[in-house]
């Protein structure tokens, strides 16, 4: 192995984390976490099209639009996990057999929830807008990106709870990286009908400084 081949490979163990790093920090503000989760999907999609290295500043260079395209449905989603959460708490000390069936039902809509929010994200990232029906296509079409990306999280999110911090970084970017090789089949059957990638010149624009996830929307 070259050392090029060394470099590229460190390449996708350290900017998945770093964006993975920004997200967090930009998610202490709660009802923020879904726009940085979009945030760190344009700065990782810039680095897999144009070879942007900074991912870190990258995310925090796209939150401003993010933000923008995806407020209201960041903060119906914290809503949403909240009442997930409190349920699967008080469910979990029930010792009914109606309770196991219903914390099995809440536990399961609770993992649908991570391909669905990790496709909106690379969505936005790729096609500059959110577009609920192909997110739900794209997350649940095959079994391919629903099992893959909840795999990743929760197998992130286990070794973090044994005591194992670092996944945690990953358990953002890598998710992330994996729905990005996802989505652009979507755009080329609805948007481009070629064999080209079509988001690369909306991204380039959006990240120069263009209006934001809309006037990237406006060019394509």
Known sequence: ??????????????????????????????????????????????????????????????????WRSLWQHSVVSTAVIAVLAANVMFLADRPEQIAFVLLAAQVGFGLVLIPYHLVLAAQVAVGGEARPKAVLVTAFGSLAPCLGLTAVVVLALALASAGVFAPLLWSVGTPVLLALRFVPVLVFDERTMTDEPCHSPALRGFLRGSPGLRGARGRG
Do not use: H
Request: aromatic content about 14%.
């Open 1 to 66: 192995m070259t050392t090029r081949n060394v470099l590229r490979a460190l390449e996708f163990v350290a900017y998945p984390a770093l964006a993975g790093a920004a997200f967090f920090v930009l998610s202490i503000g709660v009802v923020t976490w879904l726009p940085a989760l979009a945030a760190a999907a344009v700065a990782l999609q810039q680095w897999r099209v144009d070879g942007d290295a900074r991912c870190f500043l990258g995310v925090f260079k796209a939150f401003p639009a993010c």
